[in-house]
């Protein structure tokens, strides 16, 4: 018998699943380092939105939202709730579907 039918089948993961797996959590939030300093304010307000609109998005695709015409500013702002960032703005939620636009 060969070694590979002795081995159990792996769990099928977003991209194998014929419905959406659901997101598991709680996650270990990840260890964060300090931002450089000197940089003007707009450049920190706009690096923390472009991580937050890339969280949501991993968030958003991993829930089976494919589309950027799904992710509706409320199904954006009810992923936030369930990964539990604070709501995200029209702005960041635009960033959000922009993201998973030119994902593709």
């Excluded at 709680?26 to 307000?45: D, F, H, M, Q, T």
């Excluded at 089976?64 to 709730?81: E, H, K, M, Y």
């Amino acid at each position: 018998m060969p070694a590979a039918a002795l081995r159990p089948k792996p769990l099928p993961t977003q991209s194998t699943a014929r419905r959406a797996v659901q997101l598991d959590l709680p996650y270990a939030p990840v260890l964060k380092s300090p931002l450089p300093a000197g940089r003007p304010r707009e450049w920190y307000i706009s690096h923390n939105r472009r991580l937050k609109a890339m969280r949501l998005a991993i968030a958003l695709l991993d829930s089976g939202v494919f589309l950027p015409g799904q992710a509706r500013n409320d199904t954006i702002r009810d992923a936030a709730r369930l990964i539990g960032v604070h709501p995200p703005s029209d702005t960041t939620c635009h960033m959000v579907r922009a993201l998973m636009k030119y994902s593709r």
